[in-house]
């Protein structure tokens, strides 16, 4: 069964039963999302580990959130119970912050996933305090499609560059995260959170205008990255929302290039 990279609550309701539900609340200070899942979820919803289900570990060169291998990320899903034909719906608390990471890189591989609008705070029914756990079942190992993700080495081929997080950051004005501040020299500003209205995506042709005053027509046309590979997910699945087409991801973003001596622009300007 295909699904929108976006659904409702009142879609997700009728999902129930028939989809996987997955919680990947995390957070930047480095409380636990673990700890969250259990004090109340959606009833049925698996929580799965950011740092460890979607990610390999971070290394000097490789960025803060690598992608795991295929091998890796197989193996994870086999033990949260997500199968290659299940349907995935994925939330946190966040507004998609996390979440959109493993919707992302589950609609890559041909996988039906979509992420939760408005997640946990969009769900108005009962919550669940005990783990549920969907059994263990075999998935195959899916290799990475090559078209989907770019390297640093590649990032010039970019016809649009887009950087998804917050302004302040892009300037370079702080950067409470990695080694140096700034942005990647021809990249434009799109903070994820512009893709939000009062908690909710904006409407598909909102996005669509807010895209294009970037110069997006193609999203096949554009590389988005952040800090590590996350949040750019949610402009990538914004894009793909609107009707623009599917982007690519610079896993390694700016925890990877700016550990290294790549040239880095400030300012409001892409430099």
């Known amino acids: 069964m295909s ?3 976006i659904v409702t609550a ?4 009728g999902l129930i039963g028939s989809a996987v539900i997955c919680d990947v609340r995390w957070y930047l200070d480095g409380s636990s999302g673990h ?17 460890n289900d979607l990610a390999a570990s971070p290394g000097p060169g490789d960025g803060r959130h690598p992608l795991p291998s295929p091998e890796a990320f197989a193996a994870s899903l086999g033990l949260l119970g997500i199968g290659p034909d299940d349907t995935v719906v994925v939330y946190d608390d966040s507004g998609g912050l996390s979440a959109a990471r493993m919707v992302w890189m589950l609609r890559v591989l041909g996988q039906s ?3 939760l609008d408005g997640g946990l705070n969009a769900w108005t029914g009962a919550l669940q305090a005990e783990t549920a756990v969907q059994g263990l079942v075999e998935c195959p190992v899916r290799p990475w499609p090559e078209g989907s993700f770019v390297e640093a080495d590649d990032m010039d081929g970019a016809e649009v560059l887009l950087d998804a997080r917050s302004a302040e950051r892009y300037r370079g004005d702080s950067e409470p995260m990695d080694s140096r501040p700034g942005h990647v020299p021809g990249a434009l500003n799109a903070p994820f959170s512009q893709n939000m209205s009062n908690g909710r995506f904006r409407s598909a042709d909102d996005l669509a205008s807010h895209y294009s005053a970037l110069g997006v027509a193609d999203a096949t ?11 750019a997910c949610h402009d990538l699945l ?3 929302h609107s009707g623009l087409g599917r982007g690519r991801l610079y896993v390694g ?3 990877q290039w700016s550990a290294t ?4 622009a400030s300012g409001p300007e892409p430099g």
């Open 238 to 240: 914004a894009m793909e």
């Open 261 to 264: 001596d790549r040239p880095a």
């Open 253 to 255: 973003s700016w925890s």
């Open 221 to 231: 046309d554009v590389v988005v990255y952040c800090g590590s590979g996350v949040s």
């Open 35 to 51: 700890e969250a899942y259990l004090r109340g979820h959606i009833p049925g919803a698996v929580f799965v580990d950011l740092d």
């Open 3 to 5: 699904i929108a990279p």
């Open 113 to 115: 996933a979509a992420l």
């Open 10 to 13: 009142g879609q997700l309701e």
